[in-house]
Each structure stands twice: as structure tokens, then as C-alpha cells.
Antibody, heavy 119, light 107 residues
Framework: EVQLVASGGTLVQPGGSLRLSCVAS????????MNWVRQAPGKGLEWVAN????????YYVDSMKGRFTISRDNAKNSLYLQMNSLRAEDTAVYYC????????????WGQGTTVTVSS | EIVMTQSPATLSVSPGERATLSCRAS??????LAWYQQKPGQPFRLLIY???TRATGIPARFSGSGSGTEFTLTISSLQSEDFAVYYC?????????FGQGTKVEVK
């Protein structure tokens, strides 16, 4: 079964840091672009970042550029999101997501991990 | 950044009826458009990509149409499991952006 399991979400103070992880199973991880997408409470969806199969290309939404870093470890079938200088507006459910080959949309979503930024 | 606008925000439909959801892009995205379904407690589900191609395992009652800036998701005969929130998303360029969603509820 194809599966993405995200973890690492928790309550963190403004200005703090957090690292999210996502473990993939059931498919050949190193053949896919991977993404982080978030959904703030009661709000719509927002792309965070994505990363090429070998990690050589990374893209970030402007509001997160310089604060967030996406990375992957293909040997561990794992995707990461390092988040620094966290703000209240970063509070959201963060989803790990796999790109559909040949189309830059997501065909497999994880269940999400919740990040709450609050003092 | 391309802005995606969905309408209506909420659509009230009776089971068995047809539902038509709209998505508009602020500039042309060609056919680089996907639709997703979100149900509470479940992962998002890809329904349509390339504006009109059904994803693997998606029932034929779901269909997508449009190109450029105007797109439609049609559910031909609503089943109980189809009541959910639907999002469109473009992938013409970076950043990929989503519409704000249409909630399909029971009338």
C-alpha cells in the first residue's frame, strides 16, 4: 500500500524552530518529486515547497523562502521540512504529498501533522 | 502568482442530482488544472488532472472540462460519499496555487 506518514508537528513558540518528517512506503521514493502543502485552520490549501527526485532542485513559496528548508533522504525514504523563525500564521496542518509523474499535481497525500505556533 | 477562484462557496444538492463546480484562473493555465476532494478524517483524493483526465480509480460520474481560465468539475449523479469539499489547483508554473474550495452539502 502506498503511504506517506508525517510526524513532528507540535506546539511551538513564535520565533521557534521545528522539523517535520515524512516516511514513504509502498513505492520507489527516489523516483518522485515530493512536496509539503499546508492548510491553516478553517482556510484553504497553500503550497509550501517541493523537491526533485535527487534533491537538486527545490522551490519555495515566497513567504517561506529563507525560513523553511525542504530536504530528503532517499536511503531512508524520508522527506523533511525544517521550519525556522516560526510565526503565528504558520499554524496549520502540514501535509506530505507525492507528485503525479508527468503532472505537477499530487496523487498521494499523507494524513498531515499539526503545527501550532503560539505563546 | 496565479489566483484561483472557485464558485460557489457552498453548493446544496440532493443525492442523485447533478453538481457543477466552477474554477477560474486569473490568467491562462492551459490545461494544467487538477481537482481534489477532501473529506473529514481522510487524505485528499486526486480526482482530475490535465483539466479532464480522471485519476486512477475515480468513478466515471466525475468529469472535468475547460482550458485557459475557465474550468468545471461535474458530478453527474451525486452519491452519499460525494458530499465533501472540492479544490481546484493549477500547475502552470510556480507557485502552484489552489482555489478556496467548494463545499458540496446535502440539500
Amino acid at each position: 500500500e502506498v503511504q506517506l506518514v508525517a510526524s513532528g508537528g507540535t506546539l511551538v513558540q513564535p520565533g521557534g524552530s521545528l522539523r517535520l518528517s515524512c516516511v514513504a512506503s509502498g513505492f520507489t521514493f527516489n523516483k518522485y518529486w515530493m512536496n509539503w502543502v499546508r492548510q491553516a485552520p478553517g482556510k484553504g490549501l497553500e503550497w509550501v515547497a517541493n523537491i526533485k527526485q535527487d534533491g537538486s532542485e527545490k522551490y519555495y513559496v515566497d513567504s517561506m523562502k529563507g525560513r523553511f528548508t525542504i530536504s530528503r533522504d532517499n536511503a531512508k525514504n524520508s522527506l523533511y521540512l525544517q521550519m525556522n523563525s516560526l510565526r503565528a500564521e504558520d499554524t496549520a496542518v502540514y501535509y506530505c504529498a507525492r507528485d503525479l509523474p508527468g503532472a505537477s499535481c499530487v496523487d498521494v497525500w499523507g494524513q498531515g501533522t499539526t503545527v501550532t505556533v503560539s505563546s | 502568482e496565479i489566483v484561483m477562484t472557485q464558485s460557489p462557496a457552498t453548493l446544496s444538492v440532493s443525492p442523485g442530482e447533478r453538481a457543477t463546480l466552477s474554477c477560474r484562473a486569473s490568467q491562462s493555465v492551459s490545461s494544467n488544472l487538477a481537482w481534489y476532494q477532501q473529506k473529514p478524517g481522510q487524505p485528499f483524493r486526486l480526482l482530475i488532472y490535465g483539466a479532464s483526465t480522471r485519476a486512477t480509480g475515480i468513478p466515471a460520474r466525475f468529469s472535468g472540462s475547460g482550458s485557459g481560465t475557465e474550468f468545471t468539475l461535474t458530478i453527474s449523479s451525486l452519491q452519499s460519499e460525494d458530499f465533501a469539499v472540492y479544490y481546484c489547483q493549477h500547475y502552470k508554473n510556480w507557485p502552484r496555487t489552489f482555489g478556496q474550495g467548494t463545499k458540496v452539502e446535502v440539500k
